[in-house]
C-alpha cells in the first residue's frame, strides 16, 4: 500500500522546501520538490493520499526520556495511554526511564517491558537499562540493537535508584558500552539545603518555591561535574538529562555529539521561577526549574550546540500526589502530547528556527544513540512522520488531554501550531484528534 503527502513544507536535514512525500508500506520511498512528482494519484489506483498543504511535514519526533510508569505504578499512566498521548503530539519515538516497579536493572525486567510494550505501544519504543551500585556485571549481556543506554541516577528521584558511592560509580563510567545518561544532583547538598528550609520556616514542607533553592544550581553543578570528570577519564559516551543551569551549560562542550552530550527539556525551557506562583507543584521536577536567567542560558544554548537534545521527562502523577510543597509534593509533569507545539510556539517567538527544531527533536536523538532507519524523512528510512498546521488557535482544555493522569501544566494555553495528522511506520496513527488504538509500534532497532 502506497502513500503520498502532497504539498507539504517538508522539514528535514538543514532544508525547508515544499514537496511530496511517497511512502510504500512502512518506508519512505522517496522524497521530492514540489513539481517533480509524476506517480498518479487518482482514486482506485491503491495509493491513498494525504493532502499537507499549509502544513508542516517534519520527522516523528523521538523523544529519548520518558517515565510511562509501567509496570508497577498504572495508576498514574501505562504504555497504552502514554503512546496515545504522544502520538497526539507527533512523538513517534520514545526511550523509557528504568525507575518502574520493579526497576529495570535486571535482564528479566528489562524483557518484561518489551513484552509489554509489543502489545500496548502505540508508537515505537526501546527501554534504558538501570544501573545500580551493583550491577555492572550484567551491562555485557545487554543487547546493543535493543537498548539506548544505561540510565544512572546521580541524585535521587523518583523510585529510589540513587547510585552515590564513589566506586561503583567508577565501575559503572568503566564498564558501560553503551552511552550513559545521567541525572546529575547532588544528594548530599540537596539533603542539607532541605534541612535549612525546614529549620527557618518551622516546617516539615517548606513551600514549593523553594524547591530550586533546595535543587540548587550547586547540586547540580557539583553532580554534572562529576559525571563530566568520570566520563573523561573512561572515555565513556556521557548524555547529561534534563540539564537546568547556566554554570552547567559551561561545562559542555559544542557539537560533539558522540561525546560528552546535553539534554533540555520542553518544560525547562518554558517556565521559569516565576510561573510556581501560578501553577505550584504542577511544575515540580527534579532537577527544579530555575530562574529566568537559567532559562535565557538553556535557550541560547539550543542554537549554539552545548544542547544536543530537547526531550520531555515526561514523568504523570495523579494530581492528589502533587499536594503539598518541596518536601511532601512528589516531582514530575506529564508533557509529551504538548512537546512540539510549545517548541513551535518558541520558534515563533525567534529562540530558534524550525530546521533546529528538528534537529534537537529527530535527527540528534537518532545520531547520538546511533537509531536506525528513524529521525529523518529520507528514502529507506522508516515513515516516522509529524505534520502540524501554524495559525491555527486551540486551547488546551482537560478533554483533550490523553495522559492517564488527566492533567497538564498547559491546561488553558493557547497554541498557534496543532498537530494535525502523525504517521508511524507509514500508519496514519492519529488524525485531527483521534488516535487509531489498533496500531502497535516498533521496537526501535540501534547500531
Known amino acids: 500500500m502506497k502513500t503520498i503527502i502532497k504539498g507539504g513544507t517538508i522539514v528535514n536535514e538543514g532544508r525547508t522546501f515544499v514537496g511530496d512525500i511517497i511512502i510504500d508500506g512502512d518506508t519512505i520511498e522517496a522524497v521530492m520538490p514540489?513539481?517533480?512528482?509524476?506517480?498518479?494519484?487518482?482514486?482506485?489506483?491503491?495509493?491513498?493520499?494525504?493532502?499537507?498543504?499549509?502544513?508542516?511535514?517534519?520527522?516523528?519526533?523521538?523523544?529519548?526520556?520518558?517515565?510511562?510508569?509501567?509496570?508497577?505504578?498504572?495508576?498514574?499512566?501505562?504504555?497504552?495511554?502514554?503512546?496515545?498521548?504522544?502520538?497526539?503530539?507527533?512523538?513517534?519515538?520514545?526511550?523509557?526511564?528504568?525507575?518502574?516497579?520493579?526497576?529495570?536493572?535486571?535482564?528479566?525486567?528489562?524483557?518484561?517491558?518489551?513484552?509489554?510494550?509489543?502489545?500496548?505501544?502505540?508508537?515505537?519504543?526501546?527501554?534504558?537499562?538501570?544501573?545500580?551500585?551493583?550491577?555492572?556485571?550484567?551491562?555485557?549481556?545487554?543487547?546493543?540493537?535493543?537498548?539506548?543506554?544505561?540510565?544512572?541516577?546521580?541524585?535521587?528521584?523518583?523510585?529510589?535508584?540513587?547510585?552515590?558511592?564513589?566506586?561503583?560509580?567508577?565501575?559503572?563510567?568503566?564498564?558501560?558500552?553503551?552511552?550513559?545518561?545521567?541525572?546529575?544532583?547532588?544528594?548530599?547538598?540537596?539533603?542539607?539545603?532541605?534541612?535549612?528550609?525546614?529549620?527557618?520556616?518551622?516546617?516539615?514542607?517548606?513551600?514549593?518555591?523553594?524547591?530550586?533553592?533546595?535543587?540548587?544550581?550547586?547540586?547540580?553543578?557539583?553532580?554534572?561535574?562529576?559525571?563530566?570528570?568520570?566520563?573523561?577519564?573512561?572515555?565513556?559516551?556521557?548524555?547529561?538529562?534534563?540539564?537546568?543551569?547556566?554554570?552547567?551549560?559551561?561545562?559542555?562542550?559544542?557539537?560533539?555529539?558522540?561525546?560528552?552530550t546535553a539534554e533540555a527539556t520542553v518544560g525547562h525551557l518554558f517556565f521559569s521561577q516565576t510561573d510556581y506562583e501560578r501553577l505550584g507543584t504542577k511544575i515540580k521536577v527534579n532537577p527544579a526549574v530555575k530562574d529566568l536567567r537559567d532559562r535565557h542560558a538553556l535557550r541560547e544554548g539550543l542554537t549554539d550546540g552545548r544542547i544536543s537534545v530537547v526531550g520531555t521527562d515526561h514523568a504523570p502523577h495523579l494530581l492528589s500526589q502533587k499536594e503539598g510543597g518541596a518536601a511532601r509534593a512528589v516531582s514530575g509533569m506529564p508533557m509529551i502530547q504538548f512537546s512540539l507545539v510549545t517548541m513551535l510556539e518558541l520558534v515563533d517567538e525567534g529562540v530558534l528556527t524550525i530546521e533546529r527544531l528538528v534537529e534537537l527533536m529527530a535527527h540528534h536523538p537518532a545520531r547520538i544513540f546511533e537509531v536506525r532507519e528513524r529521525g529523518f524523512l529520507r528514502p529507506g528510512y522508516k515513515a516516522d512522520i509529524a505534520i502540524v498546521r501554524p495559525d491555527c488557535e486551540w486551547t488546551v482544555t482537560p478533554d483533550c488531554i490523553l495522559s492517564k493522569c488527566g492533567w497538564s501544566p498547559m491546561e488553558g494555553h493557547t497554541y498557534q501550531w496543532r498537530v494535525e495528522k502523525t504517521l508511524c511506520n507509514g500508519h496514519l496513527i492519529y488524525n485531527n484528534g483521534k488516535v487509531d488504538g489498533n496500531h502497535i509500534g516498533q521496537p526501535v532497532m540501534f547500531r
Open 34 to 260: 514540489d513539481g517533480e512528482l509524476h506517480a498518479p494519484t487518482h482514486e482506485g489506483d491503491g495509493t491513498d493520499t494525504i493532502d499537507a498543504t499549509g502544513c508542516y511535514v517534519l520527522p516523528g519526533i523521538i523523544d529519548d526520556h520518558v517515565h510511562f510508569r509501567e509496570p508497577g505504578m498504572t495508576e498514574k499512566a501505562d504504555i497504552d495511554t502514554e503512546s496515545r498521548a504522544a502520538a497526539a503530539g507527533g512523538v513517534t519515538t520514545y526511550f523509557d526511564m528504568p525507575n518502574t516497579v520493579p526497576q529495570t536493572t535486571t535482564l528479566e525486567a528489562l524483557e518484561d517491558k518489551f513484552r509489554l510494550a509489543a502489545t500496548k505501544s502505540h508508537v515505537n519504543y526501546a527501554f534504558f537499562f538501570g544501573a545500580t551500585n551493583d550491577n555492572t556485571d550484567l551491562f555485557g549481556q545487554l543487547d546493543d540493537h535493543r537498548v539506548p543506554g544505561i540510565k544512572l541516577f546521580m541524585g535521587s528521584s523518583t523510585g529510589n535508584m540513587l547510585v552515590d558511592r564513589d566506586e561503583a560509580l567508577e565501575r559503572i563510567f568503566a564498564s558501560a558500552h553503551l552511552p550513559i545518561m545521567a541525572h546529575c544532583e547532588d544528594t548530599a547538598i540537596i539533603n542539607r539545603n532541605m534541612a535549612y528550609f525546614k529549620d527557618k520556616f518551622h516546617t516539615d514542607d517548606p513551600d514549593v518555591c523553594l524547591h530550586p533553592l533546595i535543587r540548587s544550581e550547586e547540586a547540580c553543578l557539583a553532580s554534572t561535574t562529576k559525571a563530566i570528570e568520570l566520563a573523561i577519564r573512561h572515555e565513556a559516551r556521557l548524555h547529561i538529562a534534563h540539564i537546568t543551569t547556566q554554570a552547567e551549560l559551561e561545562l559542555i562542550p559544542a557539537n560533539c555529539l558522540h561525546t560528552i
